[in-house]
């Protein structure tokens, strides 16, 4: 764990959050913010460490989807200290071609837990439904029910 060496702003923290949504959307350098030592947690993955771990982790998440888009202009935060928490909303289209919308499908609601120090991310816990297509119907009554009715 990197020692904090610099003191950092709520916004500052919250600016780090916002530029890694950005980044991912457009291609960028997402690995660029990361500390040397972070770990991410992505679900069904696992805790990724480091940034050779963390590059592996987002390639095989990548390959769940062709299209991603986060609304930085929607974002909730909660900021207290180092930890910034940001939920949040998606839209894209799946590695199979399905389309998925908050608010229209039943992915593309989230939350991530980060902490952000010395303007790098230390740590970055992502906590959502990783069935983006909405396939895993057949262990939840309610979603069996509704594509029965379909």
């Not at 120090?117 to 230390?122: A, C, F, S, T, Y």
Request: aromatic share 14%; hydrophobic share 40%; with cysteine.
């Amino acid at each position: 764990m990197t020692i904090s060496t610099q003191t950092m702003t709520r916004e500052q923290r919250k600016s780090v959050a916002i530029e890694y949504f950005k980044r991912f959307d457009n291609g960028g350098d997402v690995l660029g913010l990361f500390a040397d030592d972070a770990t991410v947690y992505f679900p069904k993955w696992g805790v990724a460490e480091g940034k050779e771990e963390i590059a592996r982790m987002f390639g095989d998440v990548a390959g769940l989807f062709v299209e991603i888009h986060h609304y930085p202009e929607y974002l909730k935060f909660i900021i207290e200290d180092d930890m910034v928490v940001a939920e949040g909303i998606t839209s894209g289209v799946t590695s199979d071609g399905t389309e998925w919308r908050a608010g229209v499908t039943h992915a593309g609601r989230w939350t991530d837990v980060f902490e952000i120090r010395d303007h790098k991310i230390q740590r970055c816990y992502i906590y959502l439904d990783p069935d983006y297509a909405g396939a895993d119907t057949a262990r939840y009554p309610w979603l069996a029910d509704a594509e029965a009715m379909a």
